[in-house]
């Protein structure tokens, strides 16, 4: 009986929510979207009366918050502001409300409420964190007529899916200063992310100062890595936005920029270690049968983990084989005297020594999952990247860890350095089917968008990150049931260019990267096919050809180019629209793409050529062609051998990589070449 | 006789300066122009091979300066680099030679030549800081065909006109945080300027941080300040491209600040101090007549000046007509018993002692040109902001003060907040035809702009600084014949698109706010008009209508908008050919931009309107009516009444301002009328 309430329950509340949804998603673009929302009738005008005031003036983070909300409220609606800060001596017409000023911990109340009405705002929350998210939904909020911007009016009440909602950036295989991380935690705030995973240290660097071992940044990170002072710069800054810090220093593989540092530490006594300018994975790994390993790590964890005042501390610990143990006899003889059998058990006795360390100093170890082994104590926290993909199980390594007794975390199917779609990342549900007792569903905290930096600069890093980021932040935040693809990307598109909005270089870089690469010619016709190409997919960019170094270039043509290439989502969409339903403005969808491209080629031979374009002349020639050929078919309703015979010969170009992207259009040009032939051929 | 030989020498000189230029900067563009520059048959080509090596590894700076330039060659080239670092045991095909590792000041040699052969390039310096010039030039060279990139065949000698060329950033009406200062640094180094002074202080706010006095932070900064860290972060990474850093705390009037967070140094007991929040000139001044203000002062300066290692400290003392001090009875009486006539003489006093402190503390004083009263010792250095046009002498303070025995530096005609355009300040000279000393000339130490910040943020200072102070670089660098305003405008459009290439933002973020203005809708409309209107110049733009606060919203349609707007400036040369010439083909370059702004409205018109944009319809409806009828007009041969009103009244909206900008097409646009009428009028 019991059961069948529930059932009721659970199906009215799906009903609820997707009709909420798809009602509500028409007028507003929030992301992450939120546990409950309904409308009332009311409006709040924006104009230069509004003012905020706080319940209370006891945390730097709601009054930050309100001063930064105050400012980009005056720049998305131009209305210029009597009062720039927060009211102190009378209340305003938003009024934030608060209880506590919370720690910044995995047990973090994030919930709040948010009611608009006529004449009033009013954000609930238990605590000042709680607050910082209403602003952020209310900030989402603004919408504007002909005449006037203002806040609809509605009622909010919502709270996390999942407590851990992070992003990791690689800092290593290139480094990226202060502001870029910045700029990032600013986003990451605006789509209600809370952990920032620091990727400090890999084989292509060591990326923070130590005092106690200064070589690690005199030697180890060509000059390119933060202060102390930085550090603590960058944690204050996330903090206030409500973001905890997780840092990650990578041991005891991934470990060549230490080892150029300092080589007494390295498995193999007489190797060469330098500074690896390659990406990959690389042999050169810490000695953990060496004590002096282990007085290194403790001192060096001693000294940097009060910059860090989060409980968790990331020792990484993945993608080591353990070849330069294997070609060490001490290695392989103190393995036989500890009775460890395998490479995987040695690193298992090196991690839990590591583990006490960071016991004492206060934290709790996380690592990535091949850290789960059988001997590894549960009070680690697994870091899930490997998954069915991998060859594993349903539900990966992240459902085996939580059923283990492991907290953990997921960045299994969020790799976004992958290039894959958003709909891909936003389609990977968690947990999933599985059935996971409550304290099991507990021990999976959520995940982590990761930002691996093989490929990416200062330049690029944001369009690789965002937008499709912001919708990974509501998988992490919002409930499950809200995964209408369509509705995403209709928000996300609003999403997308608030993020530049706020500093986030992800559209306006494309255009530098174009100038530079015509010398500031008219880059029309390659903006054109920069819309229609991606960069190669899941890591293949560094296959063949050249294989990019740590300081080759990257403001290349790939790297103007984005995943979710605009124009071909479009002209897929219409294209299988027009496959559906064969109609007139069907069609006319299709064909005003393809003249839009007939045209490319004239307008790139306009362009003096110079190396770094001249490769993709074939690219735009055929497609002109190809965009040509189709056009006269579907004008003329026929189609001659000798025509298809010159597209195919074009498509079969435009399936070659150019530049190190991909054309997305090839799919869809095939449909209508098939179309052509099927009904237009003529001998 | 002895003369003649000289004027011969001198009109050689003029003659061979006059040639050289005219067909080199056919060819390259290098900005600030070289002394000496020619040409062989050379061609040095950029492959993978390209390596570089220094004459010694003691010069941080030249070490940092040539790991820029790898980094930035292979980003201009797309070339894929096999070493990244200058080489350590083999001499490299581009090989930088210097003697000594020099300390920055107004004495530092910063000659440099340069050669480049088919095999090797070779940077000669007697400094570091020499070095690090030659390697911008280098940079500049950079030049290709449809195949590859090269280094054409050249030898140069160079060295600057002045010892001082500068930029002043006011980071107190708007905080520009390390990042912005760090790019502008950057590109400063690209066209060799060498002093970055900072404008630390003033009534809308206090941004250095003061351990000893914290209530200037805590309390008179809104928060945002830099750290003591940060200050030496910017000073090491200056230092680093060979730019001094003078500080500027701005006293005694320009104080509302420092008085919010200290009122007991201020000059009328019961007034109410507080943070300014509008642009202007304020009547908050220190008690000169308080032994707290110079305990205040001494215990700061001792405080912050080790953290500037300049000899040179700036105190503003610019503005102060002592109103508050002639409201204050004793201050009244102070001035009586020290036989103080005015308020001027109470402010030498001020000042005198001000130096005093600063000589002890090892510094030279400098102060706006206010400072140079009867009195002042010309041991302090005058910074010269008024001239001609505020009704001086010809040369102004400048002159006054090199013939009156001060050193002194020019900023008035390079007030680059005055949205004036880059032919008005290129043409400034500063010495003109005056006659001075080699005394009195080797006192004007050279030059500064100034980058007030009342009307700009972070968003769009860089689009107030760039391109245009590129070309005042030049000014300061160059020989004084160096002045074609043609050539200058051809290389600065290629330097401006380098600047972006380096991280400067003046032209990405204008579309920025574009986007942000439409809610991400087809700018293009918007573009266009925001190429034929510039920002109201010489302040006008805060003096009607809204008055702009710090917190008001600065990304509207004016902020998208630059000086020397593109295509006004087009459409302008097109016309005056026109005028000249009465050819086809000038018309037809005439009528190119009316077609373009005939269909600018129906554009517009797709736009779904919002309070940020409507404002600008009935800009875009009569440019498209005025450039209608005008083709209409031009196509007929005839022109009937009814039109010519019509031509006129359009022409009059054209003249109002539109969102803080002004048309600049309106005088062109009235020759064309007034072409219409003369030559086509019917009936």
Redesign the interface.
Known sequence: MKKNILAISFFTLCLKLCIAQSILTESYNLMPWPQDISENTAKFIINSDVTISLSSDDSDRVR?AA?IF??RL????????NE??PLKERKGNIQIIYKTHAPLNIKTDESYTLTVNDSLVQINANTDIGALRGLQTLLQLIT??????YFPGVNITDSPRFVWRGLMIDVSRHFH???VIKRNLDAMASVKMNVFHWHLTDDQGFRIESKVYPKLQSKAS??LFY?Q?QIK?VVAYANLLGIRVIPEIDVPGHASAILSAYPELGSLPDYNYSIE?FAGVFHPTLDPTNELTYEFLENLFTEITPLFPDDYFHIGGDENEGKHWTENKAIEQFKTEHNLKTNHDLQTYFNIRLEKTLNKLGKKLMGWDEIMTPGMPTSAVIHSWRGENEGLPNGGSLIKAAKSGYQTVLSNGFYIDRMLSVDHHYSIEPIGDIALTPEERERVLGGEATMWSELVTPLTIDSRIWPRTAAIAERFWSAKEIRDLEHMQKRL??I??QL??QGITH???R??IL???T??QDISALQELSNICEPLKVYSRNKDG?E?????????FADACIVDAKDALSFNKAVIAFQKEDTKSAQQAVLHFLKQWQVNYSNFSKL?????I?ALEPLSKHLSKTSGLLLKCFEAQKVSTHDLDDLNTSLEVLKQEFMDTEVVIVAPLEILITYCKTNFQTR
């Open positions: 930050n001063v105050l400012r005056s720049n998305r609606t131009g209305v210029f502001l720039g800060f504007n007529s002909e005449t006037e911007y200063p202060v502001h060509d000059g202060t002072e710069e300018r598109a609003v997308s260019y530049e909005e559209i306006k870089n255009a530098v100038r530079s690469m010398n500031n050249i990019y170094k740590t300081f080759s270039p990257f403001n290349l003096t050529l110079n190396p770094k001249s």
